[in-house]
T-cell receptor
Framework: DVKVTQSSRYLVKRTGEKVFLECVQD?????MFWYRQDPGLGLRLIYF???????EKGDIPEGYSVSREKKERFSLILESASTNQTSMYLC??????????FGEGSWLTVV | GEDVEQSLFLSVREGDSSVINCTYT??????LYWYKQEPGAGLQLLTY?????DMKQDQRLTVLLNKKDKHLSLRIADTQTGDSAIYFC???????????FGKGTTLSVSS
């Protein structure tokens, strides 16, 4: 079975803090993604990566950056967290058929 | 631009069939997907259909694709309370490998 693991399920951070959300997949997938999910807005793509050290902006990249130093790991970084970044963050990876597999999600609250 | 539309809510009685509908805009989509999200969890791939197929059946799930109308539906036979969840329709967008998701349909099953 494909496994996508997000390191933190629940985080509470203060405004202005730097936040790292880590994601690891164990299926040697080339592509990895970060989405955020908000009520009434569905899933919105923040960034994706199709290879090590490669990244592409999604629909809402502002306020976020990413890092892909190893194939299995894709990190989402909030340089200076703000309250409007309170959300559920979903990491995913995809196989050659582009079928996407998701992690369990990370609930981030910025206070 | 690319867009995926779904109705937001569906309520059914246990044992009835549920039909969740979705429309999409990208006629070049090669795969279309249905994901299920249970409360507090990530998205779980339920099924997918290749664009040259009209129908796919998998146990209680039937997916129907009408390419002419760009309409996708998911039928759940003998709906159970455990089927209560949010169901997302998704298509593969033109921009690389990321999927475009609808806002999700909340299915509520009453006993």
């Amino acid at each position: 079975d494909v496994k996508v693991t997000q390191s933190s399920r629940y985080l509470v951070k203060r405004t202005g803090e730097k936040v790292f959300l880590e994601c690891v997949q164990d299926m040697d997938h080339e592509n990895m993604f970060w989405y955020r999910q908000d009520p009434g807005l569905g899933l919105r793509l923040i960034y994706f990566s199709y290879d090590v050290k490669m990244k592409e902006k999604g629909d809402i990249p502002e306020g976020y950056s990413v890092s892909r130093e190893k194939k299995e790991r894709f990190s989402l970084i909030l340089e200076s967290a703000s309250t409007n970044q309170t959300s559920m963050y979903l990491c995913a990876s995809s196989d050659i058929r582009n079928t996407i597999y998701f992690g369990e999600g990370s609930w981030l609250t910025v206070v | 631009g690319e867009d995926v539309e779904q109705s937001l809510f569906l309520s059914v009685r246990e044992g009835d069939s549920s039909v969740i509908n979705c429309t999409y805009t990208d006629s070049s989509s090669t795969y279309l997907y249905w994901y299920k999200q249970e409360p507090g969890a990530g998205l779980q791939l339920l099924t997918y259909i290749f664009s040259n197929m009209d129908m796919k059946q998998d146990q209680r799930l039937t997916v129907l694709l009408n390419k002419k109308d760009k309409h996708l539906s998911l039928r759940i036979a003998d709906t159970q309370t455990g089927d209560s969840a949010i169901y997302f329709c998704a298509e593969k967008g033109q921009a690389g490998t990321a999927l475009i998701f609808g806002k999700g349909t909340t299915l509520s099953v009453s006993s």
